[in-house]
């Protein structure tokens, strides 16, 4: 039987993980373009949004069936991606 393939996830959390400071959204920009996003099958989805010319990670957590959504500190694109990756990897929350 074959699967279906329907996204990305997160790795399981690092002892050791960086803790990233996530905040209420902030409207800075009136476009965000989405990057990359892992699977929204889980509680918790993230997505790596390009905006101004800066990048950052918003997080979307479903709770009671209502989505809460934060957003990382908007960094230069080279810094955004590695973040994204140390998410992705289990090595930042």
């Not at 990057?35 to 790596?48: I, M």
Request: glycine content about 6%.
């Amino acid at each position: 039987m074959t699967r279906a393939y329907h996204g990305i996830h997160v790795g399981l959390l690092a002892p050791d993980h960086e803790k990233l400071v996530w905040r209420a959204p902030a409207a800075r920009s009136d476009r965000v373009r989405v990057r990359e996003h892992t699977c929204a099958c889980r509680v918790q989805s993230y997505e790596l949004c390009a905006s101004g010319g800066l990048m950052f990670i918003r997080r979307t957590t479903m709770r009671s069936g209502k989505a809460v959504v934060h957003e990382t500190d908007r960094w230069p694109s080279k810094q955004a991606t590695n973040v994204w990756t140390l998410l992705l990897s289990g090595r930042a929350h």
